[in-house]
């Protein structure tokens, strides 16, 4: 079964800083990658997705995540954050065969001027 | 438009009553899935259908059911026996042939139990 863990809860970075969400899947095979952002009191929102191919994924808002295979890892990114990125980011993992995504509990993201 | 529409937003109930969310969707996907929010939790599967007339159990289901007797619609009802229903839910569907599991999220509901 697949598994996620995004590691931090709750990141503060300043207005114009670059910003990395980290992501970690526990998975036997080639995942299906995704990045959701959610506002308070929303759905959720696809940011990008990796199903295979090019390793650097771009997305929605100027967000880009990375698939490195040999860390298990997805990480989201970001070079220069606007107040407006303000919102919960969530990391999710699926396998072949329309199996549920599986999400990890999400980081919180603040911006400060 | 295109979309999954979820009602109510807001619900309050009294514990001990059953409460059924509303979940349609006009994208012409096939499965479509439940999941609950808790602050720090992340989203938990309650239960998902991959196809009209027929559903599975998730991580979370007891004290939840549902029904799938349209392709447009995927019903929650939160039994009274759910011990702690106050949560933010959240329905979702997929285009089975895209074969990926790739989530097209509703705007939530949110009840409190009072």
């Known amino acids: 079964a697949q598994s996620v863990t995004q590691p931090d809860i709750h990141i503060t970075v300043s207005e114009g800083a670059s910003l990395e969400l980290r992501c970690n899947y526990s998975?036997?095979?080639?995942?299906?990658l995704f990045w959701y952002v959610q506002s308070p009191g929303q759905g959720l929102q696809l940011l990008l997705k990796?199903?295979?191919?090019?390793?650097l994924v771009q997305g929605i808002k100027g967000f880009e995540a990375e698939f490195k295979r040999s860390q298990s890892s997805f990480n989201l990114r970001k070079p220069s954050v606007h107040w407006s990125d303000a919102a919960e980011y969530f990391c999710?993992?699926?396998?072949?065969?329309?199996?549920?995504?599986?999400f990890g509990k999400g980081t919180r993201l603040s911006v400060i001027a | 438009d295109g979309g999954i529409t979820q009602s109510p937003k807001y619900l309050f109930r009294k514990e001990g009553q059953n409460v059924t969310l509303s979940c349609e969707q006009n994208?012409?996907?096939?499965?479509m899935y439940w999941y609950r929010q808790d602050p720090g939790q992340g989203l938990r599967l309650i239960y998902y259908?991959?196809?009209?007339?027929?559903?599975q159990k998730g991580d979370i289901a007891e004290g939840y059911s549902v029904s799938r007797e349209k392709k447009e619609s995927f019903p929650l009802t939160v039994t009274s026996a759910q011990k702690n229903p106050t949560a933010f839910y959240l329905c979702?569907?997929?285009?089975?042939?895209?074969?990926?599991?790739?989530?097209?999220f509703g705007e939530g509901s949110r009840l409190t139990v009072l």
């Open positions: 259908s991959q196809i009209v007339n027929d559903f």
């Open positions: 998975y036997g095979a080639t995942p299906y």
């Open positions: 994208l012409n996907h096939d499965a």
């Open positions: 979702a569907s997929s285009r089975r042939e895209q074969n990926t599991g790739e989530l097209f």
């Open positions: 999710a993992v699926g396998a072949s065969g329309n199996t549920p995504l599986v």
């Open positions: 990796y199903f295979s191919g090019d390793t």
